[in-house]
């Protein structure tokens, strides 16, 4: 390894920060739910997951978390996803693919415009975790 | 690795891999959770980390999941294809490996809504469980070496120790020297065309305490960053890590670090293009507690027999090969970095007013979590024992505790609200120390308690002095008829001149703060010194040889049935009676060994 | 200069001065076990410690190590002092209760008895640290240490075994205020044997205990200051000042009329007789180490010792080493005999041992000799007469084991021997000094066959030599006792004296001259001159005859190759007048 300049130092602590800014816990501008019930990964879930990690490393943002969750109960409209950009209600998308993902991350999580026709409606349930 | 690297992860396995934990099989768990993460397919969006030392080491092992902080803890392999198809898979966390604290039913999913680590502040220990320690570019992420950056490009020497000496930051191995005004004495010392050098004192030795090796296992290039900066400040070139070689797992991560900061340019010749040249060397020990004393530290880190030297001189004037030297604590290094990036300002409002920043303390003995703290000075007694240590188990009576090792001396429990500084420790007869924090309860037997720390440093005295060498001994041999039912009345006063003595007329530090176990379980239980002299009778039932069992015959009978377990596991034969009938111990053959207290199932057998 | 006082006392010290110096200049005692005043402090005894009130905070300093600061006020015998000065004292006693300056201590402070646990009553050790300190610090040896910590603490040499950095110089010994470590247990090893060594002494010595004068010198190969630069601690306790490392040998001229060379012998090699085996049995030693031996203040005070320390029970005495054997010296020693039948006579008075003494022929010659050798005959000392043929430690029969095995032809009844002894003293004798021949030739004089110096004539001039001037005495013209030489020096000196007293010096009529005119300045005569009588003038380039020294032998006056040397009153022209003057008739 050659020797560092204090410019170096910056890079690798701006692509190291990247990396593990997931651990920090500090405050998110969206979040990306996947449902990931039996159900949710029998048809294809999995898929989704994997394609909005894609979408997500391409656009290098650092303010977007990506989770799962489990089934949301909807069995029958699975693959699902829900995104909530904060300070808005939660948006839930059914009948997913990967083409259907790609949009819905550019249009409503990078764009901030709910992607009205893949969208099942507002709101989230309640839950007592 | 450098796939590993590059990638972006939807979840983060932070797994402890701190000493308590490893030596609770976090290794097979880290080993258990890639393969099932592999056999899932996840191995994409999943990745493990090995971090060091949570802090929580009762409830080990541990693994914190990011995002989202959700805390399991007390894991084992088993649970491991369960909790990743469920949590990490299907996205449910699974709520029987979290923690719950006793007395409560349901579990805290997430790790800081945990009372263990609420109340903490997090500035030596700021990237535990955060970080792979092995892995510099993480440290880096965390704002690593970006101290070192300002401190060589932007700040004079002077402005560095001005910086440490406005922090208020005092040295965290025990003594509690102001760390600036440490280094201002070593820089203005002449040299004689010689060379200065840095020291990290990591010769940690009080039982129950691993604070600096938490510290070197969990973030080694804190420390490694700090001796930079405070060799900057000072003008040496040469550094020395001092560490145990009872530590190997803090020894490789040491190594491993001085290796990647070299590879980086972060040490060596001309750091960071500053033209400022410094490395470390790491020295190991061989396990003399009194090498942790800096002058036989420094004889030890020469070549010679580890052994104190009278001070004056003190190291900062004629330290190693007679050269100035600025030996530190780890705890104290790490602190540094953080004062250079965040202030001196914003470091002293942390604190009390002689007692700035933040203190690691091992927090063990009689209590529900037992682990590694830190937490801000001034915080009281009361806060660390009821709050984050969760109190003392079985519902047993808070009697004391005993801070700074064996050096420390034990605080009753009427000065539970005691704030934690430097002076207020000093007061009531106990010291900071490196920060041992060992709590008692009701069944605790202060003057066994003098007598086991007086039995530890009677050990570890290096024999050069007589206070020393003699003194302890003569100490516990009082201390041990005491407790064998032998003492006698004038042993009180005998063992409070000696203490007195010593403390006035030993030659180092450890000889000087060695009686303190002893002057203050007199100051604070002096009663029970006297019932153990007086009536040879043990309050806490410790002291065997002063005990008498006896056996309750309606319980033995009435409950037990005359189970005869007694009788069976007595090797004097002291026991009488059979199987339904009831029994007796005969007192004349009886050896006190307790062991028909220890197996009698219906509390039949009882102490006085 | 810093204002203090000491007990109340008003004192004015220089800057650096400790406290215990500074209250020693006033007469004030502090007591101490660590300290002493050539090792730097090591305040490990803590018995000098004294309360020290600075700014109105009171301390407990040692006060060998603490140095004085402006105003402060010690108080050497405060309440707080003496209480931790006198429980150190106490503890000491019980961890040394042998030790003597501990029992003074304790009794000055009325300390009657020790309150703590006594691990071992025989303990003197108190742990100081000063023979360490003084191996390192003083020596630079580092040859002990200390082992073990905590009250386990013992003082020894690397894993308790004896150690190559040891050079024995007794300073651990001499520095142990408790006489913990003695010399005896320094001496306590095999014994090593050199020349004149056995076993390790002292780099200041006299080189022989009868040494005339008796004045010490430094051995500077034993001597640790020459090895490590370091100690001069003789130079330090020499009152006088005597003692001067840096002294160099010197050349020094004096202007005699006359010399007598005593320069002496040079003892035979006993290595040389490998059958004898010295040098391979610790047992077999030279008489002059036998010597040394039983000298009084010698290693062992005098005690006739083997080398595993017991006394032994037989002891074989060997005649003739060296000498009257062709293969080394044919001549007789002379005094071999006489000094052996000593040794025997020693043996017997000092030790059970049976004395076996092997000799070839009797020689006691001296007046009263003859009679001493009846003595011993019947002292019971077993005499076999014969030469031994071989030493050996390789055992036959039982009794042997263990033993040195003498095999010897007694010539008396005509048969081969063994004879199992415990110790062989070797009789070595006498031979010529190791540069007889440097001296000879520096002096101008012979030497006889067996390279002793060559007298002028055995019975007309025995101390004289060819050369006028120089006489002999002793050993160096031929092997003799002590009354020999004594004789002979007296006459040595007598000879000198006559010349000196005389005032004047008649020279020989007959000796050569050169003449400047016909001198060309070859040289060849100043080569030539046995008598190194003829010097070269490079001023005026030609050779001229020192008159005192010609002996007019006439080499220089045959040899030159121009004439301009001529003897005188045997001139050429004399001569052949003379010639002439023959055939006249």
């Known amino acids: 390894m050659a020797k560092l300049t204090i410019d170096d130092l910056k890079k690798i602590k701006e692509k190291a920060k990247r990396r593990t800014e997931l651990r920090e816990g ?8 996947v449902h990931m019930g039996t159900c949710g990964i029998a048809a294809g879930a999995r898929k989704i997951m994997n394609a909005f990690m894609d979408e997500l490393e391409q656009s290098k943002s650092s303010d977007i978390l990506l989770t799962n969750s489990g089934c949301a109960g909807l069995c029958s409209r699975e693959p699902m996803a829900t995104v909530e950009l904060s300070g808005q209600a939660p948006i839930k998308y059914i009948d997913l693919t990967e083409q259907k993902t790609k949009e819905i991350f550019q249009k409503h999580v990078i764009g901030g415009n709910v992607v009205k026709k893949y969208a099942l409606g507002k709101g989230s349930e309640k839950t007592d975790a | 690795m450098e796939k590993a690297n590059e990638k ?3 979840l983060h396995l932070m797994v402890c891999a701190g000493t308590a934990c490893v030596s609770n099989n976090s290794f097979g768990i880290k080993d258990a959770l890639e393969k099932e993460i592999n056999k899932q397919g996840l191995e994409d969006e999943v990745l493990v980390v090995t971090t060091g030392c949570n802090g929580f080491c009762e409830r080990g092992p541990l693994l914190v999941v990011q995002p989202g902080n959700v805390f399991y803890q007390q894991l084992e392999e088993k649970d491991i294809p369960h909790l990743v198809e469920e949590h990490f898979l299907k996205g449910r966390p699974v709520k029987k490996l979290m923690y719950k604290p006793p007395k409560e039913k349901s579990p805290i999913p997430i790790l800081s809504d945990i009372n263990f680590f609420k109340k903490q502040v997090l500035i030596a220990l700021r990237n535990r469980g955060l970080i792979d320690p092995e892995k510099i570019d993480e440290y880096i992420a965390r704002d690593g070496y970006s101290a070192l950056a300002k401190a060589l490009t932007e700040m004079e020497p002077k402005q560095i120790i001005n910086e440490v000496k406005d922090s208020g930051l005092r040295g965290r191995g025990g003594g509690g020297f102001p760390t600036g005004l440490k280094w201002e ?37 804190a420390v490694i960053e700090g001796m930079i900066i405070g060799a900057k400040a000072i003008g ?16 490789s991560r040491l190594i491993k670090a001085l290796e990647q900061a070299r590879g980086y340019g972060l040490l060596g010749k001309d750091i960071l293009g500053s033209g400022f040249d410094f490395d470390i060397k790491i020295v190991r020990g061989a396990g003399a507690f009194v090498c942790g004393e800096e002058t036989a530290l420094m004889a030890s880190i020469e070549g010679r027999l580890g052994e104190p030297r009278p001070r004056p001189p003190y190291p900062a004037e004629k330290g190693l090969w007679d050269n100035p030297t600025c030996i530190n604590n780890v705890e104290t290094w790490a602190n540094v970095p953080v004062i250079i990036n965040r202030s001196a300002d914003w470091y002293s409002n942390i604190g009390t007013k002689t007692s700035k920043g933040t203190k690691v303390f091992s927090l063990v003995g009689k209590i529900n979590n037992t682990g590694l703290v830190e937490v801000p000075m001034g915080i009281t007694l009361r806060e660390i024992i009821e709050d984050i240590g969760g109190g003392i188990p079985d519902g047993k009576k808070f009697k004391a505790v005993q801070t700074g090792g064996p050096s420390g001396g034990c605080i009753p429990a009427k000065n539970i609200d005691l704030p934690i500084d430097y002076e207020s420790l000093t007061e009531v007869g106990s010291m900071m120390g490196s920060g041992g924090m060992v709590v008692m309860d009701e069944d605790t037997c202060m003057v066994d308690v003098a007598k ?21 001994k003569a100490m516990y041999e009082i201390l041990d008829r005491i407790t064998k039912g032998e003492g006698k009345e004038e042993d009180i006063d005998l063992l409070e001149d000696l203490a007195k003595s010593i403390k006035d007329s030993a030659l180092c530090g450890l000889g000087n703060t060695a009686p303190n176990p002893v002057l203050t379980t007199l100051k604070y239980f002096k009663d029970e010194y006297e019932i153990h002299i007086k009536e040879k009778k043990c309050p806490a039932h410790v002291c065997r040889e002063l005990n008498t069992y006896t056996i309750d015959e309606k319980t033995c009978l009435d409950v037990g049935h005359g189970c005869d377990l007694c009788r069976k596991n007595c090797s004097a034969n002291a026991i009488s009676g059979e199987t339904k009938t009831a029994h007796q111990v005969i007192q004349e053959k009886c050896i006190k060994c307790g062991v028909c207290y220890d197996v009698c199932r219906f509390d039949a057998v009882k102490v006085k | 200069m810093v204002n203090l006082t000491i007990d109340g006392k008003k004192i004015k010290v220089d800057e650096g001065t400790t406290i215990l110096q500074a209250a020693e200049k006033n007469d004030i005692k502090i007591p101490s076990l660590c300290f002493h005043p050539l090792l730097e402090p090591y305040a490990a005894c803590r018995v000098c410690v004294v309360e020290v009130i600075k700014k109105g905070e009171s301390e407990i300093v040692t006060s060998c190590n603490t ?3 402006e105003g402060i006020e010690v108080k050497t015998d405060s309440e707080r002092a003496m209480k931790a000065r006198e429980l150190n004292v106490e503890m000491l006693l019980a961890q040394a209760p042998d030790a003597e300056a501990v029992q003074e201590l304790a009794k000055d ?6 309150r703590f646990e006594v691990k071992d009553p025989d303990e003197k050790c108190i742990l100081c640290g000063l023979c360490v300190r003084a191996c390192e610090e003083v020596v630079g040896a580092d040859a002990i240490s200390f082992n073990e910590r905590g009250a386990e603490r013992t003082v020894s040499t690397p894993f308790g075994q004896e150690s190559e950095a040891c050079i024995g110089c007794t300073a651990c010994s001499f520095f142990c205020p408790t006489g913990a470590i003695t010399v005896e247990d320094l001496l306590g090893r095999e014994v090593i044997h050199d020349e004149l060594h056995l076993g390790p002494s002292s780099a200041v010595r006299v080189p022989i205990r009868q040494a005339v004068p008796m004045v010490p010198f430094i051995d500077e190969e034993a001597c640790i200051h020459f090895k490590t630069g370091e100690c001069k601690l003789c130079e330090q306790v020499c009152e006088k000042e005597a003692v001067d490392h840096d002294m160099e040998d010197e050349e020094v ?6 010399v007598v060379l005593a320069s002496g012998f040079k003892p035979f090699d006993a290595k040389r007789i490998q059958a004898y085996g010295y040098g391979r049995f610790n047992n077999v030693i030279t008489a002059l180490e036998f010597e040394k031996l039983v000298n009084a203040s010698g290693p062992t005070g005098g005690k006739i010792r083997l080398a595993n320390g017991k006394e032994p029970e037989s002891v074989g005495i060997v005649h003739c080493v060296g000498s009257r054997d062709e293969n080394y010296n044919e001549y007789c020693s002379r005094v071999c005999c006489m000094y052996s039948l000593k040794f025997a006579h020693l043996l017997n008075e000092k030790t059970n041992a049976q004395v076996y003494d092997f000799y070839i022929d009797m020689r006691c010659f001296g007046k009263g000799y003859e009679e001493f050798y009846h003595r011993l005959l019947e002292e019971g000392t077993k005499f076999i007469r014969g030469r031994v043929s071989e030493i050996t430690d390789v055992a036959v029969t039982e009794k042997e084991e263990g033993k040195l095995v003498i095999r010897v032809e007694d010539t008396l009844i005509g048969a081969m021997r063994r004879i199992p002894v415990d110790m062989v003293v070797l009789s070595i004798g006498l031979e010529p000094g190791i540069d007889q021949n440097e001296i000879a030739r520096v002096f101008n004089i012979s030497c006889s066959q067996d390279t002793f110096f060559l007298e002028r004539h055995p019975k007309l001039g025995p101390v004289s030599t060819f050369s006028d001037g120089i006489f002999l005495a002793g050993a160096c013209q031929s092997p003799k006792d002590i009354p020999d030489t004594v004789a002979q020096a007296g006459a040595a000196a007598s000879e000198a004296l006559s010349l000196a007293d005389k005032g004047t010096f008649e020279l020989e009529p007959v000796t050569a001259e050169i003449d400047k005119d016909l001198c060309s300045g070859c040289q060849i005569c100043v080569s030539l001159c046995p008598f190194t009588a003829i010097t070269y003038n490079e001023e005026e380039g030609i050779s001229e005859i020192n008159d005192a020294l010609c002996k007019g032998c006439g080499t220089c006056v045959s040899a030159c190759p121009s004439g301009a040397s001529q003897q005188r009153h045997y001139r050429d022209n004399q001569i052949f007048a003379e010639i002439e003057g023959i055939f006249i008739e």
Do not use: W
Request: charged share 25%; net charge neutral; with cysteine.
């Open chain 2, 236 to 251: 040496a070139s040469k550094g020395f890590v001092y560490v145990r070689n009872e530590y190997p797992l803090a020894v």
């Open chain 3, 109 to 114: 402070l009325g300390i009657k008895e020790t």
């Open chain 2, 452 to 472: 086991y720390f007086i039995s530890f440093t009677q050990n570890e005295s290096c024999g050069k002095c007589t206070p020393c060498r003699e003194g302890t």
């Open chain 2, 185 to 221: 004495f070593v820089s203005k010392s002449s040299t004689n065309g010689q060379e200065r050098y840095i020291v990290c004192n990591g010769d940690e030795g009080d039982p129950g305490a691993f604070m600096d090796r938490s510290i070197l296992e969990a973030d080694p290039h």
């Open chain 3, 67 to 69: 140095k004085v600061t």
């Open chain 1, 26 to 33: 500090g405050d998110y501008r969206a979040k990306v739910t």
């Open chain 3, 253 to 258: 001229k004096v202007e005699v009329g006359s």
């Open chain 2, 8 to 10: 972006a992860y939807r």
